[in-house]
């Protein structure tokens, strides 16, 4: 009841924006390219930000961003996981962060090839609230969807459900609910936050906080590259609220700041 609840307020934030199809950029695009991929091509084609540095006003929970840059849509090893959430300009940030991001990407691109990543929303192109999250607010947050597994192989067929996904039930050990075959790859998740830290750390940044269901944190921390998550002085979350821990069971949400 509480995660539908939440997709219901989810729902009625997201709105849908012109699709328009003029000024397509060369992104790089791992998918079918379709109309309303085209679209999200011509969306950052006419959002892409300024020279001018980012300013990170405030904090995650109370702040706002100044020359927010926008995430593309497609990677050669990622997706954006919503089209209206892109559309609806919640997909900015600031341009360091991109750069972490953007960075992490192509080093997990050459230690994890073949595989691909979803990420998910960042924050508004102002800043400031973007209902229903509690953070997001000044360009230092960002939501990854969690990799998975579908009988030890790589699966994406719940990445790509938009909104919906908050719909989905993961039990404890972060097996899927309702297909016992499908399962939350820990250690690719803890490999990613190693190098999302890594890589903000040679921007002069570092990962404030990490935020995931709390009763993943053994499962997480007893892989390999959770068992160096755990000896990092990366901070992952001892307790969140129940509505809260609910909701992170399909993704992990990331607070970068400056060292």
């Known amino acids: 009841m509480k995660k539908i609840t939440f997709y219901f307020l989810c729902f009625s934030c ?6 328009s199809l003029n000024n397509i950029t ?21 959002n892409k930000s300024n020279e001018l540095p980012s300013r990170n006003i405030g904090t995650v929970g109370n702040g ?5 840059s926008l995430m593309p849509f497609y990677g050669s090893n990622f997706n954006y996981f ?6 609806a300009k919640r997909a900015f ?24 990543f979803f990420l998910m929303e960042l924050s508004n192109i102002h800043g400031g609230e973007m209902s229903p999250h509690r953070t997001h607010q000044n360009g230092l947050s960002v939501d990854f969807m969690m990799p998975k597994t579908k009988n030890g192989i790589a699966n994406y067929e719940l990445d ?12 404890d050990d972060g097996t899927y609910h309702d297909d016992k075959s499908i399962k939350i790859d820990f250690d690719l998740i803890a490999k990613h936050i190693l190098c999302l830290h890594e890589n903000a750390k040679k921007v002069g940044y570092k990962i404030a906080k990490v935020i995931i269901k709390t009763e993943y944190k053994n499962a997480l921390f007893n892989t390999p590259n959770g068992k160096l998550l755990k000896q990092s002085d990366i901070y992952v979350v001892k307790n969140l609220s129940p509505i809260v821990n609910a909701i992170h069971d399909d993704h992990f949400h990331v607070d970068f700041e400056k060292k």
Request: proline share 1%; charged share 25%.
């Open 160 to 171: 790509t459900l938009g909104k919906d996904h908050y719909f989905l039930t993961f039990n």
């Open 82 to 87: 919503d089209q209206d959430s892109y559309l």
């Open 93 to 116: 940030t600031s341009k360091i962060v991109k750069t972490i991001i953007l960075n992490t990407y192509d080093d997990l691109k050459l230690t994890v090839p073949n595989r691909k």
């Open 64 to 68: 706002k961003l100044e020359n927010a």
């Open 14 to 19: 997201i709105a849908c924006t012109d699709k």
């Open 26 to 46: 060369n992104l790089s695009l791992n998918t079918f390219l379709n109309e309303d991929s085209l679209a999200m091509l011509a969306f950052y084609a006419e």
